[in-house]
Nanobody, 119 residues
């Protein structure tokens, strides 16, 4: 398993862009990385995922505006968000799933980074 540290959130006006980063403490080359978000009073939802292949998938709410990527050499996953809207305002969390010691699976979460989009 790995520890995850997120950064890159902040305040941005509607239509602006942000790039979130998720730095892992170990290799993520064989892991599935994902970004989730959670707004106050709402359920946490999947935004984007990248897994072995690589294969990417996105939630309907991304609306074709988000791009997930990872740099295995830097043990870092990214979420590029373009044309942000007020409804994108939420805490964004990095997630990693993979296989650890003794072939057991693991799942880890980052601490979250706040994204606030103003009108």
């Amino acid at each position: 398993q790995v520890q995850l540290v997120e950064s890159g959130g902040g305040l941005v006006q509607s239509g602006g862009s942000l790039r979130l980063s998720c730095v892992a403490s170990g290799s993520i080359s064989g892991a599935t990385m994902a970004w989730y978000r959670q707004a106050p009073g709402k359920q946490r939802e999947l935004v984007a995922e990248i897994r072995y292949g690589p294969i990417m998938r996105y939630s309907e709410s991304s609306g074709g505006r988000f791009t997930i990527s990872k740099d295995n050499a830097k043990n870092t996953a990214y979420l590029h968000m373009a044309n942000l809207k007020p409804e994108d305002t939420a805490a964004y969390y990095c997630n990693a799933r993979g296989v650890g010691r003794w072939g057991s699976s693991y799942e880890n979460w980052g601490q979250g980074t706040q994204v606030t989009v103003s009108s």
